[in-house]
T-cell receptor, first 110, second 113 residues
Framework: KQEVTQIPAALSVPEGENLVLNCSFTDSAIYNLQWFRQDPGKGLTSLLLIQSSQREQTSGRLNASLDKSSGRSTLYIAASQPGDSATYLCAVNYGQNFVFGPGTRLSVLP | EAQVTQNPRYLITVTGKKLTVTCSQNMNHEYMSWYRQDPGLGLRQIYYSMNVEVTDKGDVPEGYKVSRKEKRNFPLILESPSPNQTSLYFC????????????FGEGSRLTVL
């Protein structure tokens, strides 16, 4: 069964810290992996998409890496800000279906 | 502007009263999908469609129907809603396969009394 897990489930950091969110998947036959941000009660906003042939993608203060062989992806957030507080989800694309992790709830304290 | 549009955004209804949540995308995407999100359970797929007239069950299809008569539209139908279908629903679309970045609608919050 294709499963996606995320560690930690919740994280609280002071403003300005660099942090890493982790995503693991059991089936490495992926098309791509996508990181999303979700604010409470709101929709999902796409942050980064990494194709299966890529090792990493960067957008501003965000950097996502992918190690397909070990079934892992990390989302690195540099110089965190209170506005980064949200739930971060990874989604693995297996072609016919997308499997989501449970998310990491991030709180950045001023 | 590329987008996925869901309607209604908020709905309160009563048990047994049929309802339809519409979803439309303007990106000519082949793949469309419905999810429900519940506290502690995360996002769970209800149905998905690889193309027009092609639909398949996701993880939690019971109590739902879908149709894909046109490429841009993928309505979710609750024939006889029950309180356990109270949830936040999301529609999403994607180009199928390697280019498949998933785009989400803003969500539809449904309450069944």
């Amino acid at each position: 069964k294709q499963e996606v897990t995320q560690i930690p489930a919740a994280l609280s950091v002071p403003e300005g810290e660099n942090l890493v969110l982790n995503c693991s998947f059991t089936d490495s036959a992926i098309y791509n992996l996508q990181w999303f941000r979700q604010d409470p009660g709101k929709g999902l906003t796409s942050l980064l998409l990494i194709q299966s042939s890529q090792r990493e993608q960067t957008s501003g203060r965000l950097n996502a890496s992918l190690d397909k062989s070990s079934g892992r992806s990390t989302l690195y957030i540099a110089a965190s800000q209170p506005g980064d507080s949200a739930t971060y989800l990874c989604a693995v694309n297996y072609g016919q279906n997308f499997v989501f992790g449970p998310g990491t709830r991030l709180s950045v304290l001023p | 502007e590329a987008q996925v549009t869901q309607n209604p955004r908020y709905l309160i209804t009563v048990t047994g009263k049929k309802l339809t949540v519409t979803c439309s995308q303007n990106m000519n995407h082949e793949y469309m999908s419905w999810y429900r999100q519940d506290p502690g359970l995360g996002l769970r797929q209800i149905y998905y469609s690889m193309n027009v007239e092609v639909t398949d069950k996701g993880d939690v299809p019971e109590g739902y129907k879908v149709s894909r008569k046109e490429k841009r539209n993928f309505p979710l139908i609750l024939e006889s809603p029950s309180p356990n279908q109270t949830s936040l629903y999301f529609c999403a679309s994607s180009l199928w396969g390697a280019a498949g970045e998933l785009f989400f609608g803003e969500g539809s919050r449904l309450t069944v009394l």
